[in-house]
T-cell receptor
Framework: NAGVTQTPKFQVLKTGQSMTLQCAQDMNHNSMYWYRQDPGMGLRLIYYSASEGTTDKGEVPNGYNVSRLNKREFSLRLESAAPSQTSVYFC???????????FGDGTRLSIL | GQQLNQSPQSMFIQEGEDVSMNCTSSSIFNTWLWYKQDPGEGPVLLIALYKAGELTSNGRLTAQFGITRKDSFLNISASIPSDVGIYFCAGTSGTYKYIFGTGTRLKVLA
């Protein structure tokens, strides 16, 4: 049971570089989410996709873009990485918006 | 942004002891979730609660949806070393948006 798969697991970038974080789910879920997790803070929503073909901003969207490629895949892009974006990024999915979310194992991103 | 207040922030307990933790919000929620996160992994859903007053168990874990709808509680009975980790609560008023707590870090002494 793969569930939610995120790639890569680790990445180090230099300030100004771009990168795309990949996420895929095999549970036939309609809704997908991107969060960041920082020390001492709860998970904060970056963007979400309630269903295929739609995306919306969450709590902390600045500096990020997303693409819902199809029902399975939801990618997060950093166009010009900044040190403040050093974090652990989690992708999640749910059967539909408002249902319990299931998480991947995260991408640990460091920006120097 | 809005966050939930989880208590305690961390706790050390002896193996075999029972554990209690709680989560409070300034807003009314209609769904509460409890997750566990192990180091280097993503949060894993433990229990989902949908109704005020609801009491739900998952093995040695029991969670309750507070009757005020502004709080939730998680109890772990007879703790074992593999219970170590961070426990998160999350709540929603029914939209896509879940608010997550800052976590309770549990350490079990054998």
């Amino acid at each position: 049971n793969a569930g939610v798969t995120q790639t890569p697991k680790f990445q180090v970038l230099k300030t100004g570089q771009s990168m795309t974080l990949q996420c895929a789910q095999d549970m036939n879920h309609n809704s997908m989410y991107w969060y960041r997790q920082d020390p001492g803070m709860g998970l904060r929503l970056i963007y979400y996709s309630a269903s295929e073909g739609t995306t919306d901003k969450g709590e902390v969207p600045n500096g990020y873009n997303v693409s819902r490629l199809n029902k399975r895949e939801f990618s997060l892009r950093l166009e010009s990485a900044a040190p403040s974006q050093t974090s652990v990024y989690f992708c999640a999915s749910s059967e539909r918006a408002g249902q319990p979310q299931h998480f991947g194992d995260g991408t640990r991103l460091s920006i120097l | 942004g809005q966050q939930l207040n989880q208590s305690p922030q961390s706790m050390f307990i002896q193996e075999g002891e029972d554990v209690s933790m709680n989560c409070t919000s300034s807003s009314i929620f209609n769904t509460w979730l409890w997750y566990k996160q192990d180091p280097g992994e993503g949060p894993v859903l433990l229990i989902a609660l949908y109704k005020a007053g609801e009491l739900t168990s998952n093995g040695r874990l029991t969670a309750q949806f507070g009757i005020t709808r502004k709080d939730s509680f998680l109890n772990i009975s007879a703790s074992i070393p593999s219970d170590v980790g961070i426990y998160f609560c999350a709540g929603t008023s029914g939209t896509y948006k879940y608010i997550f707590g800052t976590g309770t870090r549990l350490k079990v002494l054998a």
